[in-house]
């Protein structure tokens, strides 16, 4: 398997803008997960989803954070408009019946 | 709401020695306990997975010990090489399929 897929790796914007990042969970896992880490907070859960459910956003710092799971095989996890204290690691993570969570390699945001 | 604490913060040893990575969490409620490998800029390796029935798990030259009463895991590795050099963090998850609460990890390094 090619484990969690996230696109892109590195994106650097301007404040203001749109961001979209992209998670492809392993197949056949019915969990995934948003974290994000920074060097102040460390690790922390943004969002979750059970069988493409959100089940958990209370990380999810304001309404400028949108998530989505259209279908168990993409997620997205959008921030508009984006603001320098985004700027960070976002990983996505996925299991299989709550088990063992196998994470992405992370995308490393910069907002200027 | 739980803690995880993970001590020391940093360590260096010499390539050969045994050495004892602590985790503690202030909530024994429980479901899974994960230990993770992070190289700097990249992400996360999944280790071991020790289920809160469970008291131990071994992967090669790995460890993980967990006592739920206390609060508290230790990951043991045997004969320190300089390719364990990382840092490692410590989860825990309070329900089947929930998000997973990170320690703040410690950073190991293994000199030749």
């Known amino acids: 398997d090619a484990g969690v897929i996230q696109s892109p790796r590195h994106e650097v914007t301007e404040m203001g803008q749109e961001v979209t990042l992209r998670c492809k969970p392993i197949s056949g896992h019915n969990s995934l997960f948003w974290y994000r880490q920074t060097m102040m907070r460390g690790l922390e859960l943004l969002i979750y989803?059970?069988?493409?459910?959100?089940?958990?956003d209370s990380g999810m710092p304001e309404d400028r954070f949108s998530a989505k799971m259209p279908n168990a095989s993409f997620s997205t996890l959008k921030i508009q408009p984006s603001e320098p204290r985004d700027s960070a690691v976002y990983f996505c993570a996925s299991s299989f019946q709550g088990y063992e969570q196998y994470f992405g390699p992370g995308t490393r945001l910069t907002v200027t | 709401k739980q803690e995880v604490t993970q001590i020391p913060a940093a360590l260096s040893v010499p390539e050969g020695e045994n050495l004892v990575l602590n985790c503690s969490f202030t909530d024994s409620a429980i479901y899974n306990l994960q230990w993770f490998r992070q190289d700097p800029g990249k992400g996360l390796t999944s280790l071991l997975l020790i289920q809160s029935s469970q008291r131990e798990q071994t992967s090669g030259r790995l460890n993980a010990s967990l006592d739920k009463s206390s609060g508290r895991s230790t990951l043991y590795i045997a004969a320190s090489q300089p390719g364990d050099s990382a840092t490692y963090l410590c989860?825990?998850?309070?329900?089947?399929?929930?998000?997973?609460?990170f320690g703040q990890g410690t950073e190991l390094s293994v000199k030749p």
């Open positions: 989803f059970n069988n493409n459910v959100p089940i958990d």
């Open positions: 989860a825990v998850s309070g329900n089947q399929g929930g998000k997973l609460i």
